[in-house]
């Protein structure tokens, strides 16, 4: 009896260091999802406080400039892209002092990122009479489906033999509006 005590006491077995091993690995997957899951959730959080924002600047230029909205100054012509100039994304409204610094992407990259874009008066079959409009989204939300669920979405239903257009198909959190001026 007593050398089956002793022979206990001199340390652990193969196979109950494997077994530990393996709970610790279970465990760090575990834990190792649940903070990529946290940091994807909190990525989407950043961009929809950031379009908050970005909306709220837009109004303020709006109220301040006759019912208009800025026209996008995109080096490509054509959306204003956060992913462009080195970030430096609708930078009308910092430079007009709406914003103090105007938000990107948190990855900001070639798949991530946020856009800006005025469109004319009737494009896409909209209504002449409400004016020009403005589309702003976010591309590629990463802990979210597509469209995410908070999304307003923006789209045009077409007519007068135009092609309708619907942003939610191209943004995963998208809104827009017109500026409704009077004739």
């Known amino acids: ?43 989407d959080t950043k961009r929809l406080s950031d379009m908050r924002q970005i909306q709220t600047a837009l109004y303020m230029y709006y109220d301040d400039h006759n019912g208009n909205f ?11 892209d956060s992913t462009e100039d080195g970030g430096d994304f609708i ?36 209504d002449a009479s409400k004016g020009e409009f403005y589309v702003l989204g976010v591309r590629d939300m990463e802990g979210s489906p597509r469209p995410h669920r908070d999304s307003p979405g923006w789209s045009c239903p077409g007519g007068n033999g135009k092609n309708p257009r619907n942003w939610q198909n191209e943004f995963d959190w998208v809104t827009g509006k017109f500026e409704e001026k009077p004739f």
Not at 108 to 124: L, Q
Request: hydrophobic share 35%; proline share 4%; aromatic share 12%.
């Open 70 to 80: 800025p026209q996008e100054n995109s080096s490509n012509g054509n959306w204003e």
């Open 91 to 126: 930078d009308f409204l910092k430079d007009n002092g709406y914003m103090s610094m105007v938000p990107v992407d948190p990855i900001n990259s070639g798949t991530h990122y946020y856009s800006y874009y005025v469109y004319p008066a009737e494009s896409y079959g909209c």
């Open 1 to 43: 009896m007593k050398n089956l005590i002793k022979k206990r006491n001199e340390g652990f077995t193969l196979i109950e260091i494997l077994f530990v091993i393996g709970i610790i690995g279970i465990l760090s997957t575990i834990v190792l999802a649940s903070i990529n899951d946290a940091r994807l959730k909190g990525n």
